[in-house]
């Protein structure tokens, strides 16, 4: 294993999407066409209903782990604000599309979007719904940070329609929290997991990481414990994607060697996995654990895994429309971010605009490669037969599988490949076989967090 570990450590994406955002063809998108891919996606069956990723992109603190894009603020009068160029954008949405959109799924993301009051989260929801139709079968859901979250947000939110939470634990070892700038204890995660079980929620999780700076192998058995003394539903475990050259990333407050090695990781994430398996939880795509009676294992099981820009989800919309600075929406026949600064996003939103500032329309071959790579990613296996005679260069996928099945990682069968389960921890170097624009053009900067 300490040889699979050292060949196949290298930088890869995570694949949310398929093309990778750095492998995106800018050069042929432009606003018309991203707005006639949403029109198309919702025409193809109304019915189906959308979803619609919400980025809050306020932080009061910088947490040193992490990637995503935030403005670091203790100023509130913000909040009220962006909500209303937010939906003034869900507006802008709704009349290209001429119709109430059904909507099954909203996720609250950030940043931090317990920075905004439970007030405040309610206008927000309440607006978004009130241009659209709630599905009788919606999964709504928002990430919560521990130490800001009131019973008051878990209520509001709860009386909107949210049925799902996940707290970011990442680690308990304070020297830990100290390095990440991310200071909670154990008690602020018990107090709001159990307020949200109290109040009804019925998806709790909890996000842990691997891989941070001073962490050890004791540190993963004693987070992992804890966790299962509070038995949340779902559990993200995943790996720490260190990216300190990233713009704006503030992942420079510790040393390269104060990250545990590869292998060290590889034998947390073992013992992690281990632990909880034996407690109960079921493996569920790549890095996520679940609880049989949660519906994120029930998806799997059926065949109805999803993985977007929201992570894995169970439930499957062509349409996730992204709104906020530096949201990602996703038409099935493309994908669009929006602007990242506020002040340009707020100028275009009140300008009448969809604040897009980038994107990638798919050819054919890129929806068949997108969907191998989401069958390997949500259901550990993908079959032939989806068109692969128009996927220029197919045998270079076949090539590169090859060398994976030398090394036991995956079983290539006449009717497709199956993960082993020796390969699972490898999903996304499996993944990275069937990338052709990677292997194309291979970055001559680094691009992504390592694999392992």
């Known amino acids: 294993m300490c040889q699979l570990v050292q060949k196949y450590n290298v930088p890869g994406p995570r694949y949310t999407s398929y093309p990778t955002v750095p492998y995106w063809d800018?050069?042929?998108?432009?606003?018309?066409?991203?707005?006639?891919?949403?029109?198309?996606?919702?025409?193809?069956?109304?019915?189906?209903?959308?979803?619609?990723?919400?980025?809050?992109?306020?932080?009061?603190?910088?947490?040193?782990?992490?990637g995503c894009h935030k403005r670091i603020t203790k100023r509130h009068e913000v909040e009220l604000p962006y909500i209303n160029t937010v939906l003034k954008?869900?507006?802008?949405?709704?009349?290209?599309?001429?119709?109430?959109?059904?909507?099954?799924?909203?996720?609250?993301?950030?940043?931090?979007?317990?920075?905004?009051?439970?007030?405040?989260?309610?206008?927000?929801?309440?607006?978004?719904?009130?241009?659209?139709?709630?599905?009788?079968?919606?999964?709504?859901?928002?990430?919560?940070?521990?130490?800001?979250?009131?019973k008051a947000h878990l209520q509001a939110l709860f009386d909107v329609g949210f049925r799902r939470v996940c707290f970011g634990v990442q680690d308990y070892n304070h020297?830990?929290?100290?390095?990440?700038?991310?200071?909670?204890?154990?008690?602020?995660?018990?107090?709001?997991?159990?307020?949200?079980?109290e109040i009804g929620y019925t998806s709790i999780g909890h996000d842990i990481i691997y891989g941070l700076p001073f962490q050890d192998f004791k540190d993963v058995e004693t987070t992992i414990a804890k966790t299962n003394a509070l038995k949340p539903d779902r559990i993200a475990f995943y790996s720490y994607a260190h990216v300190p050259w990233l713009k704006g990333n503030g992942q420079r407050g510790y040393k390269e060697n104060d990250l545990p090695t590869s292998l060290e990781k590889k034998e947390q994430y073992e013992l992690g996995k281990k632990m909880l398996t034996d407690f109960g939880y079921k493996d569920v795509g790549m890095d996520h654990f679940a609880l049989e009676t949660d519906s994120l294992h029930e998806a799997m099981v059926k065949g109805n895994l999803h993985r977007n820009f929201m992570?894995?989800?169970?439930?499957?919309?062509?349409?996730?429309?992204?709104?906020?600075?530096?949201?990602?929406?996703?038409?099935?026949?493309?994908?669009?971010?929006?602007?990242?600064?506020?002040?340009?996003?707020?100028?275009?939103?009140s300008c009448g605009v969809i604040p897009i500032y980038r994107g990638h329309i798919l050819t054919k071959e890129d929806q068949l490669i997108r969907k191998h790579i989401l069958n390997i990613m949500c259901q550990f296996e993908t079959n032939w037969g989806l068109g692969e005679a128009q996927i220029r260069d197919f045998q270079k996928i076949i090539d590169n599988l090859s060398e994976l099945e030398s090394d036991g990682l995956v079983k290539i069968e006449s009717e497709g490949i199956k993960v082993t389960k020796k390969g699972r921890p490898f999903v996304r170097n499996i993944s990275m076989a069937f990338d052709l624009k990677l292997h194309r053009k291979k970055p001559e900067t680094r691009l992504f967090s390592m694999t392992v």
């Not at 020297?175 to 079980?197: C, D, G, H, S, Y």
Request: with cysteine; charged share 20%.
């Open 175 to 197: 020297k830990v929290q100290k390095a990440i700038n991310r200071i909670q204890p154990f008690e602020n995660v018990k107090k709001v997991t159990e307020w949200a079980r």
């Open 26 to 66: 800018l050069d042929s998108f432009s606003g018309k066409l991203w707005k006639d891919t949403v029109v198309k996606a919702y025409n193809d069956n109304p019915e189906d209903g959308i979803s619609i990723y919400i980025h809050l992109p306020f932080c009061e603190s910088m947490c040193t782990f992490c």
């Open 311 to 349: 992570g894995y989800t169970s439930s499957k919309t062509k349409l996730m429309i992204g709104l906020g600075a530096s949201s990602i929406g996703d038409s099935w026949y493309g994908f669009a971010q929006n602007v990242k600064s506020l002040e340009e996003y707020e100028h275009l939103v």
């Open 89 to 150: 954008e869900w507006q802008l949405y709704c009349n290209l599309l001429g119709a109430k959109p059904k909507i099954k799924e909203i996720h609250l993301g950030g940043g931090t979007p317990t920075f905004f009051s439970p007030k405040h989260l309610k206008i927000l929801v309440e607006g978004i719904l009130r241009l659209g139709k709630k599905a009788s079968d919606s999964q709504f859901s928002f990430e919560g940070h521990p130490n800001n979250t009131s």
